[in-house]
Structures are given as C-alpha cells and as structure tokens.
C-alpha cells in the first residue's frame, strides 16, 4: 500500500509517500521537506501568517517532488494522509485542502492524523535500510532536504515499539506523557501546563544570541558548558550533579518537574527563573559564562523529563519508552533517557534525528492504522488549531 502524506502544521512544508509493505515493515520512499526556519529566523520565531502564505507557494511543488522521487503516479497511491491538527490553524489548512483536492480528485481515501500522534509514530518507520531516494529540491530558502537520506542511529528497522507503551512527545509546541494502548488508542497522561520545552530552548536561545530555531545550538552549547564544568569530554553529564559548579548554585534553576504527584511539567517557570537570571548577569554588568548557563538550562529540563518517565514506566509496568518530536534530537536527552530504560530493562525507542523533526513520513505511518481502524475522513474534512481537533 503506498501512502501519500502530507504535513504543514507549523513552518515545515511535507510530502513524503511511504510504502506498507506486506511483511507489515514500512518504507520510505520518498520524504520532502520545504522548510520556513530561515525566514522566521528574522522575526526570532515562526509568524503565522508568513507561515500560511508560505506553505502554499511550496506546497504543490514538494508534493510533484514526493511523487516523483518515489516513482509514483496519482495513480499509484492507494491512501492519502495529511496532518490536520494541532498547528497553526492557517498552516495546517494548506495541507487539508491539497490533500482533499488530491483524494478527492483522484478517488483516493483519506485518513486525517493527529499531528503529535505522527511523531510518536515516526519509530515505526524505524531507521537504517529505510529505502530513500535522493530526492532534494528546490523550495523558497534551499533548505528543502530529503529527511530520511542521513540516517545514524535509533532502533533498527525491524525492532520497532509495539503498544502497549510509553511515549513521550516533545517539540516546540509540545510536552506530553501519552499511554499508547494501541495504534490509535492514545491518551494523554501528563504534560507541560504552559509552555513547551522546546519553545522554552527557542525563547531562552534567543535570548543568549542563539538563532531561531535555537535546540540544535543550544544542544552544542550546552555539550560545551558539561566539559567546562566537569573537565570530562565522555562522562560530563554523569559529572555534572557533583561539580562545584553544580554544588556552588551560581546558575542555579527550579525544576520544571512539578513535584503534585502528577506527571506534570512547568517549563514557564523554568524559563522566567533563567530570564531572571540573565537580568541578574546584565544589571551587575557581568559577562554570562554562556555556555555554563546552557547546561545548567539542559540540565534541569532533561532531569525533569526523566524524572516523569521514570514514573510514568513504574505506573505503567513492562512498557517500553518512546521518546519523539524535534527536542527528541537533543543529545543529552537521548543520551539520559537510554539510562532511564536501562535501569528499568524495557526498551527505547528514538527515531533517527532526520525523522525527530516535521515530517510527512511520520504522518504516513501513522495515517496507515488510522485507515486500518476505519477512521477514513471526506472531503468535509476540517483542520483544527486545538490538541482536541474540532
Ligand atoms: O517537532 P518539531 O520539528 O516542530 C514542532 O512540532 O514544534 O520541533 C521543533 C522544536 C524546536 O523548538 C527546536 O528548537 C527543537 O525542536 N529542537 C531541539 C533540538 N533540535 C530541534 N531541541 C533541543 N535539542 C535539539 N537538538
Ligand atoms: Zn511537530
């Protein structure tokens, strides 16, 4: 079964057709992505409007290139997949309608998806012999990338999570515990009660010079303020809890995990306690040692998740962890969460960094069990801005 999906939630435009195959393993055909990020780079965030229009000048040309690049005419495609909330409501829109006209017009089903649902589902797509081909094309800022042609690390391509399990979902807009019953049976267990965490690395980023999207810069930064503190270039984050560093709270920060007995987070506070640290630095007219103040940020947030997984696998015993979503890509995170399972002895699962991030394919693997469970949309279909839908 080829899958042809789409993705425009935010300021990622996505196309990417993926193939079930009959031994139940999925393939990647192809997987294009038209990213914004540099024009909302001026603004130091994404713009929604901007946003919109954006999408639908990229839209049709990254659609003709997933077809292409994967070798398939309309005629080929037997489901069509597009992420219709949460997201920007006007971004979200540009992928419903292309992707409704094209069903629609081709006599085609169409499954709606849940776009956090997709990234949980990106590890089913798993890693490795992924068969991708180059697939690059040209878009508004050049930074349209076949996704899926890097792949280094995650879990093989047959060793996928199998629900029940654990699942964390954490992007710029996102922080939420999901108990993953089944494919399709999905409920939320815990979550940020205001920002998210990778909108807390964004805005705390951009406050100490890092550009817009900050995570990958604040990640390298943050690798460089462990070795600092710790003087260990393998161990740093082991080392860190027990630097004088650490111990001396110069940088010291509050958890953003709340400690109410629920699985929980506060990443606000999290980031008004650094805002108010760097006004602390700036009103003595002190330089920040800006790469400490990053690991001190990535230490707390990183803590804190683990923190609630670990709760989340002891509520819910014999489940593996899967761990999804741009910050997903956060080395320390990854790096952390293979201690949390391997004290446990269950298994995580991460997608490859080049599936961490919006995607269509994830949208694809995730619009497959949609349609396997009969939830097959019309061309009523609607987008919504909410985690709910409509
Ligand atoms: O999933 P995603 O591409 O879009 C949303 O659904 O929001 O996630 C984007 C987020 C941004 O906040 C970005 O800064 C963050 O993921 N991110 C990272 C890293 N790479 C991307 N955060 C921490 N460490 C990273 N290495
Ligand atoms: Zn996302």
């Given at each position: 079964?080829?899958?042809?999906?789409?993705?425009?939630?935010?300021?990622?435009?996505?196309?990417?057709?993926?193939?079930?195959?009959?031994?139940?393993?999925?393939?990647?055909?192809?997987?294009?992505?038209?990213?914004?990020?540099?024009?909302?780079?001026?603004?130091?965030?994404?713009?929604?409007?901007i946003?919109?229009?954006?999408?639908?000048?990229?839209?049709?040309?990254?659609?003709?290139?997933?077809?292409?690049?994967?070798?398939?005419?309309?005629?080929?495609?037997?489901?069509?997949?597009?992420?219709?909330?949460?997201?920007?409501?006007?971004?979200?829109?540009?992928?419903?309608?292309?992707?409704?006209?094209?069903?629609?017009?081709?006599?085609?089903?169409?499954?709606?998806?849940?776009?956090?649902?997709?990234?949980?589902?990106?590890?089913?797509?798993?890693?490795?012999?992924?068969?991708?081909?180059?697939?690059?094309?040209?878009?508004?800022?050049?930074?349209?990338?076949?996704?899926?042609?890097?792949?280094?690390?995650?879990?093989?391509?047959?060793?996928?999570?199998?629900?029940?399990?654990?699942?964390?979902?954490?992007?710029?807009?996102?922080?939420?515990?999901?108990?993953?019953?089944?494919?399709?049976?999905?409920?939320?267990?815990?979550?940020?009660?205001?920002?998210a965490?990778?909108?807390?690395?964004?805005?705390?980023?951009?406050m100490?010079?890092?550009?817009?999207?900050?995570?990958?810069?604040?990640?390298?930064?943050?690798?460089?303020?462990?070795?600092?503190?710790t003087?260990?270039?393998?161990?740093?984050?082991?080392?860190?809890?027990?630097?004088?560093?650490?111990?001396?709270?110069?940088?010291?920060?509050p958890?953003p995990?709340l400690?109410?007995?629920?699985?929980?987070?506060?990443?606000?506070?999290?980031?008004t306690?650094?805002?108010?640290?760097?006004?602390?630095?700036?009103?003595?007219?002190?330089?920040?040692?800006?790469?400490?103040?990053?690991?001190?940020?990535?230490?707390?947030?990183?803590?804190?998740?683990?923190?609630?997984?670990?709760?989340?696998?002891?509520?819910y015993?014999?489940?593996?962890?899967?761990?999804?979503?741009?910050?997903?890509?956060?080395s320390?995170?990854?790096?952390?969460?293979?201690?949390?399972?391997?004290?446990?002895?269950?298994?995580?699962?991460?997608?490859?960094?080049?599936?961490?991030g919006?995607?269509?394919?994830?949208i694809?693997?995730?619009?497959y069990?949609?349609?396997?469970?009969?939830?097959?949309?019309?061309?009523?279909?609607?987008?919504?801005?909410?985690?709910?839908?409509?």
């Open positions: 079964m080829n899958i042809l999906a789409f993705e425009s939630s935010c300021d990622e435009t996505a196309a990417a057709v993926v193939c079930r195959d009959d031994n139940g393993s999925f393939t990647i055909k192809s997987n294009i992505i038209a990213s914004q990020a540099k024009t909302h780079a001026l603004y130091g965030g994404v713009v929604p409007e946003a919109g229009r954006a999408h639908i000048e990229a839209i049709y040309g990254v659609a003709e290139a997933a077809l292409r690049e994967a070798g398939c005419a309309p005629s080929d495609i037997d489901l069509v997949a597009v992420a219709n909330h949460p997201g920007l409501i006007g971004a979200l829109l540009v992928g419903v309608n292309f992707a409704k006209a094209f069903a629609v017009s081709n006599g085609i089903p169409l499954v709606a998806v849940n776009h956090v649902y997709g990234h949980i589902a990106a590890t089913y797509l798993g890693t490795g012999d992924n068969t991708v081909k180059s697939c690059a094309k040209s878009d508004e800022d050049s930074s349209a990338k076949n996704s899926a042609e890097s792949e280094t690390e995650g879990a093989a391509k047959s060793d996928v999570p199998r629900p029940p399990f654990i699942a964390l979902a954490c992007s710029g807009g996102h922080t939420a515990i999901y108990l993953v019953s089944d494919y399709t049976d999905i409920r939320e267990i815990g979550g940020t009660r205001d920002d965490i990778g909108e807390s690395f964004d805005k705390i980023g951009r100490i010079g890092i550009p817009y999207p900050a995570g990958a810069g604040f990640d390298a930064l943050a690798k460089e303020g462990f070795i600092k503190v003087g260990d270039s393998e161990n740093f984050y082991k080392k860190f809890r027990s630097s004088p560093f650490y111990k001396s709270r110069v940088m010291a920060l958890s995990a400690s109410d007995g629920s699985l929980d987070f506060s990443f606000s506070g999290l980031k306690a650094a805002i108010n640290l760097l006004h602390r630095y700036e009103q003595r007219g002190e330089e920040l040692p800006r790469a400490e103040f990053a690991a001190a940020y990535t230490y707390e947030a990183v803590e804190a998740v683990a923190k609630k997984l670990t709760e989340a696998l002891e509520r015993p014999g489940c593996d962890l899967v761990c999804a979503g741009g910050v997903a890509a956060n320390h995170l990854r790096a952390r969460l293979s201690e949390v399972v391997r004290r446990r002895g269950v298994k995580l699962y991460l997608p490859p960094l080049s599936l961490c919006d995607n269509a394919a994830m694809a693997a995730q619009g069990y949609e349609y396997e469970s009969g939830h097959v949309s019309g061309a009523e279909l609607n987008a919504s801005a909410l985690d709910t839908g409509i």
